[in-house]
């Protein structure tokens, strides 16, 4: 294969940028149109938002598996094999995502209770949250289908099925909430009910389109190898998936340590993370073109070409993030000031900008390390490394802190610890080639 420049891994990675860009929009006109609605329907939106992004989260994980297969045998030529475990993967997130639909139902109710919620905006929530699980397989479907593109270098496709999606998604969440065309009004509801059936669209319009192979790469057969390619698809893509699940547990655990601090500190940190939301997406975006350059070399037999992948994906991604870390920290107050007027939470969120700053140059390196650790298979290694990191840094000190009574920045600052331990050790495992020798080409 050729060297990747970073021209190349740019052009790899915006159209994914502006995909998860789409996704996040999504979610702020909902919350955006609930706000119009009253302060339980914001409660509700953002509950609902919350447990699917904690779905979705470790549904990312899971298709690791994909991103690394696919790019593996689209790298060494082998079109077919792409296409039978791309559509395999698709077969096996929809029936995970029926799945965990049929098994999430009957517990609606208590998993929306760990919010806390006002009677009238639990209720509320319920529905919300019934009807975004329910329609949660097509929107996991969109997800797989992304990544399995995105592992043949086509990110464009993606990036034509998030606007299509989110377009379709809100257009239809506002006819459904609000009885457009005839239809009765449905109320918050409305928004899950259209944000699914714009997904089932979408999974329609790609789905034909690829079968039909109107698009870079077609479907295969996913019956030859069934068992072995489900197999391997399965055992990469569980570590990745369960080291989601650990990440949330962690965090809504530190949550409840913050929640002691008051209602400014813990409203500091939700503003914190939507100012970080941004940075995340672009550094999640280049971990998607580190996976897909890493498996594509090693599938190619260019083991030292998808090293320097790696590498100089995560110097790109670097670069952008120390760019955005002095542009944060020279706009601190200003970005402040613009997120909300009350002034003890401005005093507080200055501080904690510039300690987003200096972990923003740390998520990069994690990222886009622990991408290139995916596409080369090794998915168990980021998995304990985030399992140890959380363990110290959201649980173990924060618990500590909160009984000494240490100032509410240290608790902020643990993010810096969490990037830091992450970041150094994914970095030390992908510099020393452990995963080159331990690469199987035939798994």
Request: aromatic residues 12%; proline residues 4%.
């Amino acid at each position: 294969m050729q060297t990747v420049s970073t021209f190349n891994i740019w052009r790899l990675t915006w159209p994914t940028i502006l995909s998860n860009m789409a996704f996040m929009l999504t979610g702020l006109v909902f919350l955006k149109i609930a706000g119009g609605m009253g302060i339980d329907e914001v409660a509700a939106v953002t509950t609902g938002q919350r447990l699917f992004f904690i779905l979705f989260a470790v549904m990312m994980g899971l298709s690791s598996g994909t991103t690394a297969l696919v790019g593996r045998y689209w790298g060494a030529g082998n079109k077919e094999l792409a296409g039978r475990v791309a559509a395999l993967s698709v077969i096996i997130f929809l029936v995970d995502g029926l799945l965990l639909s049929f098994v999430a139902i009957p517990f609606l109710e208590p998993l929306v209770s760990i919010f806390s919620l006002t009677p009238e905006a639990q209720a509320l929530a319920v529905d919300f949250v019934y009807y975004t699980v329910l329609l949660a397989p097509p929107l996991l479907i969109v997800l797989v289908f992304s990544m399995a593109f995105r592992a043949t270098g086509d990110s464009k496709t993606p990036l034509w099925a998030a606007v299509v999606g989110a377009l379709l998604g809100v257009y239809l969440g506002i006819v459904f909430t609000y009885g457009w065309h005839g239809i009765e009004p449905m109320g918050l509801s409305g928004l899950a009910i259209g944000n699914g059936v714009g997904a089932i669209i979408t999974v329609i319009i790609f789905m034909l389109l690829w079968v039909l192979g109107a698009l870079s790469f077609k479907p295969a057969n996913p019956l030859p190898g069934f068992v072995q390619n489900g197999r391997d698809l399965i055992k990469i893509g569980m570590p990745a998936a369960f080291e989601q699940v650990f990440f949330q547990a962690g965090l809504l655990v530190f949550l409840v340590f913050l929640a002691s601090y008051g209602n400014a500190a813990f409203a500091t940190y939700g503003i914190g993370l939507s100012i970080l939301g941004l940075m995340i997406v672009i550094a999640f975006s280049f971990s998607i073109s580190s996976a897909t350059l890493v498996s594509q070399h090693l599938g190619a037999g260019d083991k030292q070409g998808a090293y320097n992948a790696g590498w100089r994906t995560m110097r790109t991604c670097l670069y952008i993030m120390i760019a955005g870390s002095l542009m944060m920290s020279l706009f601190a107050e200003e970005i402040a000031r613009f997120m909300i007027n009350d002034p003890e939470v401005i005093a507080l969120i200055v501080p904690f900008i510039y300690i987003i700053s200096c972990s923003l140059p740390l998520m990069g390196i994690e990222f886009s390390m622990a991408g290139a650790l995916r596409g080369a298979g090794d998915t168990r290694y980021p998995m304990m490394v985030t399992i140890f990191s959380i363990a110290l840094s959201r649980v173990l000190v924060p618990f500590v802190m909160v009984q000494v009574g240490a100032d509410v920045m240290w608790l902020y600052a643990t993010s810096l610890l969490d990037f830091g331990i992450k970041s150094s050790l994914n970095m030390r495992r992908f510099r020393k080639k452990a995963w080159i020798q331990a690469y199987n080409p035939n798994h």
